[in-house]
């Protein structure tokens, strides 16, 4: 039905930099809120960062100021810019999406997940 596919992570010094992107594919009515989660070794999945359609946004505390999230609509594509990186924001990052399937209604959608790593 639905695919999110994460692109983007990797390995990256503290202090750096990386851009997650996330794009949604099928045969899609609407996308409503995008969002980025995280879930670190031995940690339970957390929110990171939301966005509705209509372009307002809500961060997490530990990266308020440092993280940015945005989307394409006409891309299907939901991007999380990520700046001034530290030792926690290690973990593996996963876009979820609420989508008004063809035919289905609507549910939520998960990717399978983007491993950022920070490290020197």
């Known amino acids: 039905q639905v695919q999110l596919v994460e692109s983007g992570g990797g390995l990256v010094q503290p202090g750096g930099s990386l851009r997650l992107s996330c794009v949604v594919s099928?045969?899609?009515?609407?996308?409503?809120?995008m969002n980025w989660y995280r879930q670190a070794p031995g940690n339970q999945r957390e929110l990171v960062a939301v966005i509705t359609r209509d372009g307002r946004t809500n961060y997490a505390d530990p990266v308020k100021g440092r993280f940015t999230i945005s989307r394409d609509t006409a891309k299907n594509t939901v991007y999380l810019q990520m700046t001034t990186l530290n030792h926690e924001d290690t973990a593996v990052y996963f876009c979820?999406?609420?989508?008004?399937?063809?035919?289905?209604?609507?549910?939520?959608?998960w990717g399978q997940g983007a491993q950022v790593t920070v490290s020197s």
């Open positions: 099928g045969i899609i009515v609407r996308i409503y809120a």
């Open positions: 979820s999406a609420d989508v008004d399937v063809l035919n289905f209604g609507l549910r939520g959608y």
